[in-house]
């Protein structure tokens, strides 16, 4: 499994950087194969000052070693080695219209003397807007929600109960975004094997990009005001701290010696905190804000 899936990965690394070449003919790409001390290494593919997206990210990583003390604390193991193999991309778009869009795909095994004792999936999508169009949201759900209907049917309403509860920004209390699917220590039981799993990460990958930029193609022309980049740069900071106080992956990238710049690639170029800060009543800006404060149904 570990073998399949770090190929799929690699395939899908490419595919995705291809389409958004294609979307974006001006977008730059750094391109940096890294290696990392403690075992392993990957690819970063950053991408910058495009048309379309201000900046970007699409990381594949395949790490392993020991496991630190605090991942092993966190895993409720001890003594093991590790291998982590996982794919994560990151779109910050230009127009304040088009969504910030987010996504990973991962797999995790942990050895007790060369054995496999323990091997599970995880991942996610979702949706971070700046202002809200309902019908965007509503299509990238029910997109996903296809996708996850073709293995079984309570997978959509259970990943992204849990999307809702993990991407809330606890010290906000409210959401990070409008959701999307997440999903972790998928193992194998008797109603799923593991390439069950691995059929549904593939299937999963093969389609993230196609609701987003449906949804960017949508959105693209539409014009916009320095106010409304303004509130942006204000809202990309709920991303950050999000990413810097509550992710699993970004602890975890720093806590087993990860590289860097590879792990806060995802960061945008851009952002404000400004004191205090309240829009308007009525405004499209409270809107979101109100949106937030509750997960809803979008379909």
């Known amino acids: 499994m570990k073998k399949e899936f770090s190929e799929f990965i690699d395939f899908l690394q490419e595919k995705i950087k291809n389409e958004i070449k294609a979307l974006d003919t001006n977008s730059k790409f750094k391109i940096d194969k890294w290696d990392r001390e403690s075992g392993g290494g990957g ?14 990210g699409v990381n594949v990583s395949k790490v392993f070693g020991d496991l630190p003390k605090s991942i092993s604390k966190f895993l409720n193991s001890s003594g093991s080695d590790f291998y982590a193999c996982g794919i994560s991309l990151i779109l910050h778009p230009k127009n ?6 987010h996504a990973n795909l991962r797999y995790f095994e942990l050895y007790e003397n060369g054995i496999v004792k323990d091997s599970w999936f995880g991942g996610g999508v979702d949706l971070t807007p700046y202002y809200i169009f309902e019908d965007d949201i509503i299509f990238f759900h029910k997109a996903i929600k296809k996708i996850c209907d073709n293995f079984r ?16 920004n606890e010290h906000r209390n409210e959401a990070r975004g409008v959701g999307g699917l997440f999903f972790d220590h998928c193992r194998e039981s008797p109603e799923n094997k ?3 799993w691995f059929s549904f990460m593939v299937d999963l990958g093969n389609n993230l990009m196609t609701p987003y930029f449906h949804i960017v193609n949508k959105r693209k022309e539409m014009s916009f005001t320095k106010k409304n980049v303004e509130w942006q740069q204000i809202r990309r900071g709920r991303y950050v ?3 810097l106080i509550h992710d699993k992956g970004t602890v975890f990238g720093l806590k087993t ?4 710049e590879s792990i806060l690639v995802s960061m945008p170029p851009k952002v404000k905190w400004v004191y205090s ?22 379909i």
């Open 43 to 56: 690819l970063t593919i950053a991408i910058e000052n495009g048309n379309l997206f201000e900046k970007g």
């Open 96 to 101: 304040p219209m088009i969504p910030t869009f």
């Open 153 to 168: 049917p309570n997978y959509y309403e259970k990943f992204k109960k849990k999307c809702d509860d993990y991407f809330w």
């Open 194 to 196: 593991l390439k069950d």
């Open 241 to 243: 701290e999000f990413n």
């Open 257 to 260: 010696n990860g590289r860097i």
């Open 277 to 298: 800060f309240n829009p308007e009543k009525g405004s499209e800006e409270e809107k979101l804000l109100k949106i937030l404060k509750t997960p809803r149904n979008w």
